[in-house]
């Protein structure tokens, strides 16, 4: 199977034809691959949902990295076959991967300023929680600003429901608790956020945008770039929402989460 | 650009990636597109709304299918490069095509059996109308029968709105007058619909789905396939909701889409 695992997909992909696959963005430290289990699960969910088997023999993979830090990137298609939307009966999965040289944009582990998108997530239970390749949402959210001193897109959901960021995930703390978003009609179940879940209590909760301004403090997250405390949280028209103060209460997510990547604490 | 227009889309193309693109299928007789104005114009509007260039030269291309009935399928992607979901500043467009000999489903024509799909779609303004790469959501309605007897799935919103097949756009006569769900949220603006829209009055409307069952006539329709009147319209559980007799009213699209096809009238 990997033999051809970095070679283009044909043309008749389903993966490229109607982004039918799945894919994960991996930190790997000298060939060891970070919270590896957390993405062989959310993609074995993947796979299962849109009904295609797993690729096997992925262990392996991470160890070709060599030294230094990576990201991995895999990507899971359906393979070619079937007709129009029809899948095959039997597909035959395609895996794809490339391997990249990877800094964390460290100078934003001390803070960022975020700000509210003015798109709405579509609600689809049946695909939400997954990384598949239908992102145009997430590019067209991204695409909302340009200003290099915003460093993340808040999304909401089409009923107004607080959901994500763009690359991101969210966790606060409010009224002594964390909470983030269900993630049940949509949004991508990050896999730091799910690593971080299974060893503290962090409540997830069906809140509209202003919860976030309410917090002591809003952290954005994700496997590759670890957390990024808020600063300063921005209406989608530019007007000022929040601000919150450096070091004190945004220390306690990067504390939890930065070990699990290796990442040095706060 | 058209030396390379059948190349494999190398790994880090964002239509792979993000599904960030759109495709068009374009029934060719002998060489002369069908519908072609409006499937440019589909096109060129979805270029603008992703926000990349529509490729250019693209009035030649149906003339190389040849002699006999093909379909001729356009993909035209935002290109390599960006970050992440940030789209590069000045991006890159690629085209590719396929053309495939092709029949229509005639014995469809005289009526088919559908049914109504269990997943909603989700709401999308910002997407709506487009014939984007992003598809997943087709892919797993049509996933949810595989009875021969079934030719199409029924779509509504997660409002519970009617909006379109699983491939084809909706067109119902109801109190005397002809009706098509608004796709201002979600769905695909078909080409045959929009040349249909241009030449009769078909009103554009909200509704749900008990509104199929009190019309007349109902079709299903898309440029490739004609139209196919519903004989039989099922639930997702399989109930039998209303059954239609052939010939008389259902007569009336056919009518007057076919000519736009060269297919034969009813």
């Keep these: 199977m990997w033999e051809d695992a970095q070679a283009p997909l044909p043309l008749d992909d389903r993966g490229l034809a109607y982004g039918d696959g799945l894919f994960e963005t991996v930190l790997v430290r000298d060939g060891r691959p970070l919270l590896w289990e957390a993405h062989l ?13 797993m690729p096997e023999d992925l262990e392996a993979l991470p160890a070709r990295a060599g030294d230094g830090l990576k990201v991995l990137k895999l990507i899971v298609t359906r393979g070619g076959g079937g007709r129009g939307y029809l899948a095959p009966e039997t597909p035959h999965p395609r895996l794809r991967w490339q391997l990249g040289d990877f800094a964390p944009r460290h100078e934003r582990w001390a803070g960022v300023r975020a700000r509210h998108c003015a798109l709405r997530l579509g609600i689809q239970p049946a695909l939400a929680g997954l990384k598949h390749l239908n ?11 340009s200003d290099p001193t915003i460093a993340e897109g808040v999304l909401c959901d089409s009923d107004g429901r607080l959901v994500e960021a763009t690359c991101m995930n969210l966790v606060w703390r409010r009224n002594g ?19 971080l879940s299974e060893r503290h209590p962090i409540e997830r909760v069906r809140v509209g945008p202003e919860a976030l301004e309410e917090a002591e403090a809003v952290w954005l997250l994700n496997s590759v770039q670890g957390v990024w405390p808020l600063l ?6 530019g007007r000022c929402l929040r601000r919150w103060s450096p070091g004190g209460a945004l220390d306690e997510l990067p504390a939890l989460a930065h070990p699990l990547l290796g990442y040095p604490g706060p």
Aim: aromatic letters at 4%.
């Design 232 to 237: 300063r949280l921005d209406a989608a028209d």
């Design 177 to 195: 608790r964390l909470e983030t978003p269900d993630l049940s009609r949509c949004g991508v179940a990050g896999t730091l956020l799910a690593a």
């Design 135 to 145: 992102r145009l949402e997430n590019v067209l959210a991204r695409g909302e600003w």
């Design 41 to 53: 699960a959310r993609l074995a969910r993947g796979c299962e949902r849109l009904g295609f088997a």
